[in-house]
């Protein structure tokens, strides 16, 4: 499995893009504005997109990008979410008042994009690739994601906080390679990342010590105004984990 960040920012602003990543050539993993820097014909190519939840961070470029290349495909692009962030994208994006409502253009037998719930813990396996939500602790309905190759796992937390139910899945993963988590804040902004479910460092530094693995941890969703601030502290708080900032067109082999 090959994963290669498309965004990875908690805002936008340069070259800054929000979450997205693109595993392999087929899979999208969120659809924030880093799916802009992809050619179309390598939109055209997604056939599956992983959400995490609903926020625009990480859907921003979702509406646009089917938009973009239902009419290059024969298939429609599957769209995996929970129940509860399919209601939210359905009453609030493809709703026909803020985007059309794909799952029913052309027409309902022949869709541009399908729905397909997804659960806690059940494994979606395509061409051998296993991808399986695992718990986040958000504002609003949330999972993370772990990607499995067979030879080797990477888990991406998605936006969370404090969440002893992750930690109780991902402790058990024994080929575990890499671990994407979030820091949404900087040390002084720390009331705003309880309010809103982030992490900060000191937050993050705590909840570190669940961690039983030796993975290698990258770090995503800083804000682009104290990104260097926000890493000096992670780094200051966790100077054994040897924690790394996540990059725009970094890629995982595994």
Known sequence: MKLRVLG?????????????????????????????ELSLAEMSAIDHIFI????LDHIACLPMMIDSVWLMRDQPITIYATDETQAILKQHIFNWKIWPDFSAI??????????????LGIPVELNGRKITAVPANHVVPAVGYHL?????????TGDTTSNDALWNVVNKIENLRY???????ANHEK??????KHFCPDLLATEMTKFKHQADIYITHLKPDELELTMREIEQCLPDRQPKMLLNNHVFEF
């Open 179 to 185: 671990l994407i988590i979030e820091a949404a804040f």
């Open 148 to 156: 499995d190759s067979g030879k080797a796992s990477l888990v991406f």
């Open 8 to 36: 990875c920012s908690g805002g936008i602003g340069g070259n800054q893009r929000t979450t997205s990543f693109v595993l392999d050539h087929d899979i999208l993993i969120d659809a924030g504005t880093g799916v802009g």
């Open 106 to 119: 052309p027409n309902a037998q022949t869709p541009a994009m399908r729905y397909q719930t997804i659960q």
């Open 191 to 196: 009331e705003l990342a309880v309010l809103s």
């Open 52 to 55: 995490t939840h609903s926020h």
